[in-house]
């Protein structure tokens, strides 16, 4: 039978961890940031395979796609956004964390915590490349698998706002008929 608990972290427990994450990224390792990635995404690997609860799985997973994020050529992540991502990898990549991943039922708590931590930090990150990766599959398998770019999700990106103007432009029009008042008072 499964126990349940639920953990109520302080914003003073939550600068914490962000201070041990901003630590590990200023150490590095000496790694570079494609080093850093890559030792994200064998720690990712690691731990899954270590990992029976599903909520360290799913946050395992959003993990996962941050490196795919960094790989991801058509994505072409602007430099500020791509530091804050490997900053978040930085923890993940260290094998050496708070509480040793063997002890038995709490080794992964710190990572659960700096993985949610990193997740909640990163999300509009990832939330805007799950919306580009989801147009690039949609779109892929539309054109019968011809490959499709950041370019070509730019331009749907772009007809899109161009239709929503028109709509409004001819609600607008709709709605008051093409006419409209200027009212000043001095």
């Known amino acids: 039978m499964p126990l349940d608990i639920t953990l109520e972290i302080s914003d003073a427990d939550l600068d914490y961890f962000r201070s041990v994450m901003h630590r590990m990224h200023a150490r590095g390792n000496g790694r570079s940031a494609q080093q850093t990635a890559e030792a994200a995404a064998r720690e990712v690997g690691r731990l899954r395979s270590t990992a029976h609860s599903p909520f360290i ?10 490196v795919a994020m960094l790989d991801d050529p058509e994505w072409q992540l602007p430099e500020p956004e791509r530091r804050r991502v490997l900053e978040g990898l930085a923890y993940v990549a260290d094998v050496h964390d708070l509480v040793p991943d063997d002890v038995p039922a709490l080794g992964l708590l710190d990572d659960a915590i700096m993985l949610e931590l990193v997740l909640r930090e990163l999300q509009h990150e990832l939330d805007a ?58």
């Open 57 to 66: 799985l799913r946050r395992l997973d959003r993990v996962g796609r941050l």
């Open 129 to 186: 490349y799950d919306d580009f990766d989801a147009y690039r599959a949609a779109e892929t398998a539309r054109r019968a698998g011809r490959t499709v770019s950041r370019a070509d999700w730019l331009d749907a990106q772009r007809e899109a706002l161009h239709a929503r103007m028109r709509d409004r432009r001819e609600r607008d029009l709709a709605r008051h008929g093409g006419s409209f008042e200027i009212i000043t008072r001095f």
